[in-house]
C-alpha cells in the first residue's frame, strides 16, 4: 500500500497574534496544493480551536503537546480527551523542544513520558506525530540509529499486541543538529536513518507495520531543499518548523509534484 506524503507545520510559541496566524493559513486557504498529500499544521495550543474553524477542511490542526492523563490535578496542562472533544484530530508528541527544554526523557528515566503519552492520546482517539532525533554529539559518535532505536523501544513496549495502533502514528525522524539551524540532513544521510527506522519497526512490530508507516523528516526542510529530500524511497514527508510560517510552506507541500 502506497504511504501518503505527509506534511506537518509546526508553528511553536509562533507568530504573535490571531490575526497573524490567520494571515498564515489564509495563504495555505487558498493554495493550489496536491490533493495526494496530507497536510496538518500545529499552532500554539490557544489558537487551535479557532483555527480548527477558520482552516480549509481538507487541512488538520495538531497540538503540539499533551499530558499523559485524561484528566485530574495537572494546573496548566491539556488533556488528549480534551483536544479530541475540542476536535483537533492530531497530537505532536516528543519533539526535540519537549525532550531537551521540558525534561521528556532526557535523564535517563526509566519510564518514559513520550510513551505514556502517545498511549494515553491514542486512547483519546487521538493520531500522533511521534518526534525522534539524535544530538550532534550522538551523530558524530556514530549513535544515530541506537538513539533513535531507544526513543521508539518504550513506544513499541506500550502498544505491544496492538499493531492497528501503529496505522494512528506519523513517525517524524528530526536530528536535532539540524532543526532551527539550517543545517539539513543529506538526502543520502536521512534515507539512510529513515531505512533503518523502518528497518527497525519491521522487526519489534510487524513487516506489515513497517511498510505501512509514514517516516518523515524535520530540520530546516525549505523550498530550496524539499524536493530531493522527497524523493528518497523511505521519506514519506516533512515536519517544518520555521518555513510553515512562510509561503514557501506551499511549496513543501507540494514536494512530489
Ligand atoms: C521542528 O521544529 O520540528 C523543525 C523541524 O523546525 P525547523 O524546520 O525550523 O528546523
Known sequence: MARKFFVGGNFKMNPGSLEAKKAIVNVLNKADVDPNTEVVISPPALYLIPLVDFLRKDFSVSAQNCHEKLSGAFTGEISPTQLADAGVPWVILGHSERRTLFGENEKGEVRSIVAAKTKAALD?????????????????????????????????????????????????????????????????DAQETHAATRKFLAERVSPAVAESTRIIYGGSVSAKNCKELSTQPDIDGFLVGGASLKPEFVDIINSKR
Open 124 to 188: 483519546a482517539g487521538l493520531k500522533v506525530i511521534l518526534c525522534v532525533g539524535e544530538k550532534e554529539e550522538q551523530r558524530e559518535a556514530g549513535k544515530t540509529d541506537e538513539v533513535v532505536r531507544s526513543q521508539l523501544e518504550p513506544v513499541f513496549e506500550v502498544l505491544k499486541g496492538d499493531d492497528a495502533a501503529w496505522s494512528k502514528i506519523v513517525i517524524a525522524y528530526e536530528p536535532v543538529w539540524a532543526i532551527g539551524t539550517g543545517k539539513v540532513a543529506s538526502p543520502k
